[in-house]
DNA sequence: TTGTACGCGTTATCAC
DNA sequence: GTGATAACGCGTACAA
């Protein structure tokens, strides 16, 4: 808790020099440097970073945000963790915001990071034309999109092949004898939700099939309410043989519904999710699902974003991850 | 990005007077008040926090910081959100920290904490001893404890009851018949390890019984380790009947490695696992566990760390909550 | 009731 | 090479 004032009383030198030490300015004797380096360690001094972010301009702050709709979801969890294994590799510290597909709470956790002065902010947009959020970029705060994008406003993007993932997952289906294949999907106005359901769509018309318009149903991403829209789907007069859905809680909720109804998976129902988990190999049965490089996805926004904090007029980049289908024994 | 020099000019006023206003000091005239706020609208001015935390003394910054071990895994996960639904219904942003259990990384991220002159600090230490924890403590900054305690110095704390949460997964699996329990645990210097131990070992005891001294493995918390530490533990000459895991990735990857060399569960080997998992339903089997209030640790953790804002001075409290066996089909 | 002025701990721009 | 000193944006004594 010593200050810079402390420190350069106790060397009987300017706060100025301790500050030129400290930022490896060379324009000062060794012999100083060396007074000063010694009461700098006396003092165990550590520089106030809230000071620091107050007079310096951005991009120099060593913090950034980082606002994500759930970490409990193993899928962002990863995202998060790609992207502070960057960050902390580059000794900056992230604000972690879980807005909880929360437009309110996404809204004051885009002013805390504002009002905070980070150097810069990853998130995956509540929805496509999120004004919050284009304030902020018009502000000129450096943001990194991920997962999502949005729909207006150009930035640097890292996100995932979600209408091949869709497409290949479904084909496989389709592949295996399906023919009513049921379609669990998340909020409609998420690029990677509507990229599914056309991957959904275009699957079934490239097998020169109509997709079932019946068994089109939408969730809100959590495990219970994949459990909710599966029972209802099973106990349709005219029931699916097989379910896609759109992402990994959901999927794990609707193995449960199955289970709770006494279909066998895969021989009554078969069920292929979206995003993989670290216990898919473990679920019963292990879980057919669309792998996304979630890991890979936070690592290299977090590198896109300190380019861009380094360099703000360079021009935005998308980057495009592939995702993977990893069949299991749930199809 | 407007400042209060801004807001100042545009009603006419000191920037004296529009802090007042925002701070709901009540020595402003109404028709003064009206004036400045109709300028806060109009230029949608938002404090600059960075500001006002160099200003404030602590206890009011509208920060906390959280420190936890591996946000991937969903018993921290858990705590995080409880957490963080206390502090974001008080208006607190959460600067969260992934220590990965690493010593550097946990005194990287408490120097950041401190530097960021956060208003205090939850935290499960990385051990018992923890001289960094310690010197923040020192220093002032509140600090609350979570999941493991610190020895020597008193603080504020949640726990759960370790201890006897293994006494009843141990004694429910010798009362199944089992007598050859495996223990494969985590960190030996962590305080929640030790008293799951000591469960372990009491529990043998008041059966009547010894525990197998050669049955008893270290783990790293991850599921790996639980594959790995179970498939050494299985092939041994007189392998175990039961397997008591100190974890809930770790029991996972038990399952996992059980099932890779061709085990029944629970017909050959048990499985209880400690920390309940949110798909431990789904798991195959159905995964016994220790269940452990996690949302809740958060949730108080948090209150009692407001309260510690408030009032520093009143006497360390400590919560302790009881963990709850359920009993799936792994048992 | 309102305004002036100081200080929080830095960094950066001047002089010397 | 080094030392004053002016910001950064805010809250608050103190003066008016």
Known sequence: MASLHEVARRANVSIATVS????????????????????????????????????????RTQLVGLIIPDFQNPFYAEIARGVEDVAYA????????????????????????????VDGI???????????????????????????????????LVEVDNYRGAFEAVTHLIEK???????????????TNRERRRGYLDAHVAAGLTAPDDLMRAGDLRMESGRAVTAELITLPNPPTALFVGNNLMAVGALAALRQH?????????????????????????????????????????????KRIAEPDRPPVTVRLMPQLVVRRSS
Chains 1, 2 share one sequence.
């Open 122 to 156: 990853v998130l995956p947009p509540f929805d496509e034309r999120n004004v919050e959020v284009n304030d902020v970029i018009k502000s000129g705060i450096p943001v990194v999109c991920v997962d999502r994008s949005l729909a207006k406003v150009p930035t640097d």
């Open 90 to 117: 580059n000794d900056y510290a992230l604000l972690l915001c879980n807005s909880d597909e929360n437009p309110a709470k996404e809204r004051f956790y885009l002013n805390v990071l504002c009002a905070e002065a």
């Open 262 to 306: 006494g279909r066998r998976v895969p021989q009554d129902v078969a069920v292929v999710g979206f995003d993989d988990l670290p216990w898919a190999e473990a679920l019963d049965p292990p879980l057919t699902t669309v792998r996304q490089p979630a890991y890979d996805v936070g690592r290299q926004a977090m590198e896109l974003l300190l």
């Open 177 to 191: 004898g399906h023919r009513r294949i049921g379609l669990i999907e998340g909020r409609p106005h998420i690029s």
């Open 20 to 59: 030129r030490v400290l930022n490896k300015s060379d324009k000062v004797l060794p012999q100083t440097r060396a007074a000063v380096e010694q009461a700098l360690r006396e003092l165990n001094y550590h520089p106030n970073r809230v000071a620091r972010r107050l007079r310096m301009k951005a991009g």
